[in-house]
């Protein structure tokens, strides 16, 4: 019996084990696929070995140290991949950008009549992650003319093709909401001309990219689940965004001053003001412009924290993010 009961127990402990090595390696997959390959193995064996027995969850700073690590790597990766740094950092923003505006349009899909520009909005953010300025640049040629086209004089047989959908502004009061579309468009030109001057400059993203169109999806299921007003739906969107840029700019403080990379406050620049300025042109003067000066100076600290150090862009990692 306590052969059996000490057989018992091992065979328990082992599966333990098992458990805890696997969800090690699932943390382990925050590092670059390169850093994994070389020390994965290493860094699973050492954290087992100074476990405890029975144990099937990393402890939460282990957790947190591991995941913090990997983004560090792939950040420091980035760094790496070949070309100027400025080009990557506006391949980065301008691809931000347009995955902002997907997750706009997935939110407020409302049916067939929005399908035309949920795909240009799709088509546009998804030939930026693959590093496709070229399958980019008629998508975002679309959403522009969407925008102005009461103001856009085409043949009719051309204005016949293209469906109605998407919003519609004035070009005189209405220049705020539609900055995003154009500092896309622009953004996409100079990638387009920098593409055929260079080409492979520009590298595909890891399709992890796309994640923050889980949490606009769960939300407008949410809302629509529990009846919530569309417009107050809307406002507590507008706040949960705000509070994800702030982070996600006080983080990337910390990973332009880890790297000494000044591509990093250009992708910002490039996706987050602009966008920002046009999802709050709604409030007060006084409100816009402090909430405006605030992001400018995150924006700003990024650069100066990005800026000494080595000239980024030498060498190649391979895939970043």
């Known amino acids: 019996m306590s052969a059996g009961r000490d057989g018992d127990l091992r065979g328990a402990e082992t599966t333990d084990r098992t458990r805890l090595e696997r969800r090690y ?65 506006l391949h980065l923003g301008v691809f931000l950008l347009a995955l902002a505006n997907l997750v706009s349009a997935v939110r407020g899909f409302n049916g067939i009549g929005d399908a035309w520009w949920l795909a240009c909005s799709a088509g546009t953010a ?119 840029v702030g982070a996600l700019l006080l983080a990337g403080i910390r990973v332009a001053a880890a790297t000494r990379d000044p591509r990093w406050a250009l992708a910002a620049a490039v996706s987050v003001l602009p966008d920002q300025f046009a999802a709050f042109e709604h409030l007060p003067a006084p409100v816009l412009s402090g909430y405006l000066a605030a992001l400018c100076g995150l924006v700003v600290m990024m650069a100066a924290a990005g800026a000494p150090g080595r000239v980024p862009g030498a060498g190649d990692a391979g895939r970043a993010w």
């Open 126 to 244: 998804i030939a930026l992650l693959r590093g496709r300025p070229l399958v980019a640049a008629p998508f975002a040629a679309l959403l522009c003319y969407q925008v102005y086209r009461p103001y856009v004089r085409l043949p009719e047989v051309v204005n016949d093709l293209i469906p109605y959908s998407g919003p519609t502004y004035a070009i005189t009061v209405q220049w705020q909401p539609s900055l995003p579309f154009w500092v896309l468009a622009s953004g996409v030109a100079v990638l387009l001309l920098a593409a055929a001057a260079s080409p492979g400059r520009l590298r595909p993203r890891s399709g992890w990219w796309l994640a923050p169109l889980v949490p606009a999806l769960a939300y407008g299921a949410a809302s629509d689940a529990l009846l919530v007003d569309p417009a107050a739906a809307t406002q507590v969107w507008v706040g949960i965004t705000a509070a994800a």
């Open 25 to 89: 390696e699932l943390l382990l997959r925050s590092y670059p696929a390169r850093y994994r390959a070389a020390h994965g193995a290493e860094i699973v064996g050492t954290l087992l070995e100074a476990s405890e027995s029975r144990r099937r969850l990393p402890a939460p700073r282990e957790a947190f140290g591991l995941v913090r690590g990997g983004l560090a790597a792939r950040a420091r990766a980035a760094g790496d991949r070949p070309g100027p740094w400025w080009l990557d950092g």
